[in-house]
């Protein structure tokens, strides 16, 4: 099963292709990056732009399951503009549902999923970064530089629990 794991950040964000214990590939998105859109209305919406460069991921990785961090909120009265454009982002990833072989679409909060792989709800980038190098064989960290790599460090992260928790449910069916 190939997995996209999603960070969306604020105006970038982490994507990376796992299967099983190899990550295919890992990238930073920024909000333009090489993306060519038609007409006047599709490139002023964000969530089609979005959208379209994820879709070219999902098409070329031939990905069965997306899954991402899911934005939380945080006790904030209103809404920043940051806030909206991870909205955005979560929005044409949903849309993904559409996109080829894409069965499933699975949010996944930050403390979860850092508390599945790590065991610690408040891990730092640090220990996760530990555990993904002695996982993969990668460092994201390295390979991006600290701010992009935190991006990419949770979007492996996120699916990396996921295919986790898959593999544990899969022997617990099989165990019954």
Same mark, same amino acid.
């Given at each position: 099963?190939?997995? !996209?794991?999603? *960070?969306? +950040?604020?105006?970038?964000? @982490?994507? =990376?292709?796992?299967?099983?214990?190899?990550?295919?590939?890992?990238?930073? !998105?920024?909000? *333009?990056? +090489?993306?060519?859109?038609? @007409?006047? =209305?599709?490139?002023?919406?964000?969530?089609?732009?979005?959208?379209?460069? !994820?879709?070219?991921?999902?098409?070329?990785?031939?990905?069965?399951?997306?899954?991402?961090?899911?934005?939380?909120?945080?006790?904030?009265r209103t809404y920043s503009k940051n806030t909206m454009i991870?909205?955005?982002?979560?929005?044409?990833?949903?849309?993904?549902?559409?996109?080829?072989?894409?069965?499933?679409?699975?949010?996944?909060?930050?403390?979860v999923w850092r508390q599945q792989l790590i065991g610690n709800a408040k891990a730092k980038d640090d220990e996760v970064s530990w555990v993904i190098e002695k996982r993969l064989g990668i460092d994201p960290l390295a390979d991006h530089g600290r701010v992009r790599g935190q991006h990419v460090l949770d979007a492996i992260g996120v699916a990396l629990c996921w295919q986790d928790r898959q593999s544990i449910e899969s022997r617990i069916k099989e165990a019954k």
């Open positions: 099963m190939r997995i !996209l794991g999603i *960070d969306p +950040g604020d105006k970038n964000c @982490g994507v =990376a292709v796992l299967s099983g214990e190899t990550c295919l590939y890992h990238k930073y !998105l920024s909000k *333009d990056d +090489g993306i060519r859109v038609i @007409g006047q =209305a599709a490139q002023e919406n964000p969530v089609y732009r979005w959208f379209m460069r !994820l879709k070219g991921v999902c098409v070329k990785n031939r990905i069965e399951t997306v899954v991402y961090e899911d934005f939380v909120y945080q006790g904030r991870m909205c955005q982002i979560i929005g044409a990833i949903r849309v993904l549902r559409t996109v080829g072989d894409v069965r499933d679409i699975v949010g996944i909060r930050p403390d």
